[in-house]
């Protein structure tokens, strides 16, 4: 009987030992928020791991509402987010926070049609598919864009995330900057008000529901429709060439976008030749006076490895790491947080 | 009695000093009532949380929250009635589907299956009970809606396509479809309860019913289902419980469209659903809010159809004049 407890509390001993020593020797970053990018933060924080073994990271990927609102009350080192935060969430902060552009993705329009011709489509047109304008696949307007492409006499079905997402921000984003009439009608954010169509969760739900039906019409990240080999449309830009999506279609768009200084930019529809138009950034968020200088201090050296070498592994990922000039503007904001 | 109760690891010697057990009657009551009352805490903590981080939303809708089919994050405007009807639609459908085929599951195994039979069937249907949510929804889009859109769906359009329930067209995920995969969740939880509900009826009451010249159906019918008419309907009220607040294989499969319609081939929504799909991007206060709120109206949506299914449940059992063995 004694023995047995004698060994039982020996061993919790141990365990506990266990858990506190490598905190001692490691100083653990906490952090919080986006989904959509948490692969290549994942990727990041492990491949650091080996350039600074006395730092761990720890990131929760709860989504963007759950990364602004635990930075704002500090239960984190930084928060993630895949849209700027509003000003009115901002006025809540009990200091400066910096936004920290990481990498861009896009969002392709996906399409289940027979056999499955190559599409153009401009912004007022998507914006009336997605409004529920246009009912019918051999619409005069999708025949005008697609000359010599036989369009089927069939409803158009819509497919839009249920879930919210930074996917359904940006979409929206580009739609209420291209369409007067979204705009009004329906704005955007990470969840709104769909005027048609069938709600569906996650990437995986979208698509499920864009190959199974024939004439439905979606939205899914790039990163996605590359890895599933999912039909895309090609979209007509600001500078009026018709783009494919790309890895390198979204850094070109990064570049030319107009990007103010505090980095809580929209890059929809930028001008440039090369520019895919339904893109956006997605962010850390930080103090500029991190409540523990030391672990802001490590915080620092982090963001500036993610800007240099972490930027060389986004493509590999499915996403569009950051233009050079862009690059150096946030490393030089970067260099004003106070380690 | 006492001399009976002995804990693993003590000595037998120990349990014979019955000084010692005294305590143990009044010690075990009151643990066992401290445990009851954990429980009865907390349904009143969340009841607390769900209530108490909804205030913004509640002070902003009030009641019309409830009566309001707007569900709008862009304009921070919300209500809750699409949500409430999808729930009780969906929930009611799988009832109507889970509750003829488990009781007759249940009754096959108990009565009339070989026993060779019953326990490979048994451990078949509490199988099913393992299945995660979230895989039976990846089933439900990838294998059951398809099918359904193919098959089911224009078979029943054709045959009863008369009636506003089945007009429409086929997107494949609807209000149905969610019913059916909420119909599937629940069918092991109540075919197991069920079985161990006739399993307990006495076998005398058989054997009296045979006595009178019985057929096999009227022995069923007269001693076992009257007898077992209550546990019955409680199995079937866990099954409602957990169909009222399943969450991620309906969100799947049920379209996701916070819209009242008629027919069962139309989108719906669940309160469920809404929360899981829209909780963790929710940037506004209000609409965090919101969210809460529906958490809180599911909560009491919960109690309320529960509490009427007993109400009906002992109405049910009153009119019965069978006499309990």
Redesign the interface.
Known sequence: ?KSKRTLILALLGLALAALVVPAQAQMLINGAGA?FPYPIYSKWFDEYAKVDPSVRFNYQS?????G?KQILSQTVDFGASD?PM?D??LAKAPGRIFHIPTVAGAVVITYNLPGNPQLKLDGPTIADLFLGRITRWNDRRLARLNPGVRLPNM?V?VAHR?????TTFIFTDYLSNISPAWKSE?????????PS?????GN??VA??VK??EGTVGYVELAYAHQNQLPFAEVKNLDGHFITPSIETVTAALATAHIPDDFRFSMVNPPGEKAYPIAGATWLLVYQKPMDPAKGKKLVEFLKWAMTEGQKMAPALDYAPLPDNLRQRVLQRIAGIQG | MNGTIALPGESKAAAARIGKWRLGDPLFKWLTLAMALVVVALIVIIGFVLFHWSALARHKFGWGFLVSSEWNPVEDRYGALPFIYGTLVSSFLALVIAVPLSLATALFLTELAPRWLRQPLTVLIELLAAVPSVILGLWGIFVMVPWLRMHLFPALRSAFGFLPLFKGPLYGVCMLAGGIIVAIMILPIITSVSREILRSVPNLQREAAYALGATRWEAIRVAVLSHARKGLFGAVILGLGRALGETMAVTMVIGNRPEIALSLFAPGYTMASVIANEFAEATTDVYLHALFEIGLVLLGVTLIVNALARILMNAMAGANVTRRA
């Open positions: 009987m989904t709860i989504g963007s509402g759950g602004q849209g509003s009115a969430n409803d079905i249920s879930d919210g997402s930074g329906v704005g955007n954010g990470t969840s709104v008000q769909w169509g069938l709600g569906a969760k995986e739900g499920g529901q199974q039906l």
